[in-house]
């Protein structure tokens, strides 16, 4: 039972635009999100981050947005940039410093030039 | 600074030989955590470890699967026998558990196995 949920296996975006990736989660303890990227053959990296305390965190041409009674996320990037292009991972855990992270089975981000 | 460090990078094994996955954390990070990365599941959480200490091993799909970290500084994931549903991309990740980072996990390049 996925307990964090990226419904579009893959989105395309034309280069400049924005890129919307979207993530649902069931489990209400969930308190602490974050995003990772994963280009091929390599492991995923960290992105970035938000607490159940906030609803939108900021971090250059990426935002994230929380929204706890939908339980939705969403990552935002603007512009996209061809080396956007990636699989994006959600991920959440139940606090900051709770180590076991449980993560979503990824969007495929195609960033076309 | 080094980053994780996994070995082998590839692996094409037979049904029922044993599989061992190797795994260098980040110096003084004090957890690890061994994550299986399939299409159909995408990434799971296998086990983790505190201080060397097995924490939560309820991911480990079967006692086929066993993980080991014998120090700081190395893990082991094992698979005896192996069986062609075990092919998958397996990583490695480490971090530190202080309740001032960002819960942030940082994952080596991966192990790709294929059973036969």
């Known amino acids: 039972d996925q307990q964090v949920k990226q419904n579009s296996p893959s989105l395309s975006v034309q280069e400049g635009r924005i890129s919307i990736l979207n993530c649902d989660y069931t489990?209400?303890?969930?308190?602490?999100f974050l995003w990772y990227k994963k280009y091929p053959a390599e492991g995923p990296t960290f992105l970035i981050s938000?607490?159940?305390?906030?609803d939108k965190n900021e971090d250059g041409r990426f935002t994230v947005f929380l929204n706890k009674s939908a339980k939705h996320l969403s990552l935002h990037i603007v512009p996209s940039q061809p080396g956007d292009s990636a699989v994006y991972f959600c991920?959440?855990?139940?606090?900051?410093?709770?180590?076991?992270?449980?993560f979503g089975i990824g969007t495929k981000l195609q960033v076309i030039p | 600074d080094a980053g994780v460090i996994q070995s082998p990078r590839h692996e094409v094994t037979e049904m029922g030989q044993e599989v061992t996955l190797r795994c260098k954390p980040i110096?003084?990070?004090?957890?690890l955590f061994w994550y299986r990365q399939t299409m159909m599941r995408g990434l799971e959480l296998l086990i983790y470890?505190?201080?060397?200490?097995?924490?939560?091993d309820s991911g480990m799909p079967e006692d086929r699967f066993s993980a080991k970290m014998p120090n700081a500084s190395f893990s082991t994931l094992k698979i005896q026998p192996s069986e062609p549903r075990d092919s998958a991309v397996y990583f490695c990740?480490?971090?530190?558990?202080?309740?001032?980072?960002?819960?942030?996990?940082?994952f080596g390049e991966g192990s790709r196995l294929t059973v036969l």
């Open positions: 990740a480490s971090s530190l558990g202080t309740a001032l980072n960002t819960g942030e996990l940082f």
């Open positions: 489990n209400s303890m969930f308190d602490y």
């Open positions: 938000i607490s159940s305390i906030k």
């Open positions: 991920a959440a855990s139940e606090g900051r410093g709770y180590q076991k992270v449980t």
């Open positions: 110096s003084g990070h004090d957890y």
């Open positions: 470890f505190n201080n060397n200490v097995p924490i939560d």
